[in-house]
């Protein structure tokens, strides 16, 4: 993923981790410019170079992140640190003047296939730079299984962080993978994914907007 990405107003949204929410009016409708949003960092077994991609819906109220190769896997032939993934991205954002966002829920999903006895935990978290405040949230699927898993994170608005009006920040997006053995038969492979070849599993962030007080 390159530096200096550009994507829409939607993604600045996924700032919303670490700031009290301010006294302003609150506002559903989004801003109707578009921001620049550039990828300081990217850094994570789960996401090497090229394997994860941004898109945005067309009003600015969720973005999708899509990764190509995020596996984690035990058992088996597999690697002893394959048992573990994960994605960090650090992106600045740049906000139409007198707005600002938050997070309401972020759709996960993947696929799993998991023997009887083995455990999986994703978690992601989302937070400023420089603030020592997380959202953090972890989700546990147990064998056996296999098919699509998906997690929902929800906020209910009254509890929404948003992000500060007219500052510039740096945001940490971290997600992770870990399949654990536990007890079940080492001889036979476990994974789990949130990947997708074709674009059609994916993350999903659908924000809240509202205007900031007035200066």
């Known amino acids: ?19 009290p929410a301010q006294s302003a009016g609150a506002s559903s409708a989004a801003p109707p ?8 960092t990217v850094n994570g077994s789960g996401c090497r170079a090229g394997t994860a991609a941004v898109a945005t819906s067309p009003d600015n109220t969720a973005f999708t992140l899509t990764y190509s190769d995020y596996l984690a896997t035990a058992g088996g032939a597999s690697s002893p640190t394959a048992f573990r993934k994960n994605c960090q991205l650090s992106l600045l954002v740049n906000v139409p003047h007198g707005f600002t966002y938050a997070i309401t829920s972020a759709d996960y999903r ?5 023997q009887p006895g083995v455990t999986a935990v994703e978690k992601a978290s989302y937070y400023f730079q420089g603030s020592s405040s997380t959202n953090s949230r972890t989700h546990t699927f147990t064998g056996p299984m296999s098919e699509d898993w998906q997690a929902t994170d929800t906020t209910d608005w009254a509890q929404l962080v948003w992000a500060p ?35 059609s599993v994916n993350t999903i962030y659908h924000l809240a907007w509202k205007q900031c007080p007035a200066a």
């Open 1 to 19: 993923m390159a530096r200096g990405l550009l994507v829409s107003s939607a993604v600045a949204a996924l700032l919303a981790a670490v700031v």
């Open 33 to 40: 410019d578009k921001v620049t949003v550039d990828v300081v």
């Open 110 to 114: 993947g696929f799993a296939s998991l």
């Open 165 to 199: 009006c007219g500052a510039q920040r740096s945001l940490n997006v971290n997600t992770e993978l870990r399949v654990q053995l536990g007890a079940s038969d080492r001889s036979k492979t476990s994974f789990m994914t949130m990947d997708s070849t074709d674009g």
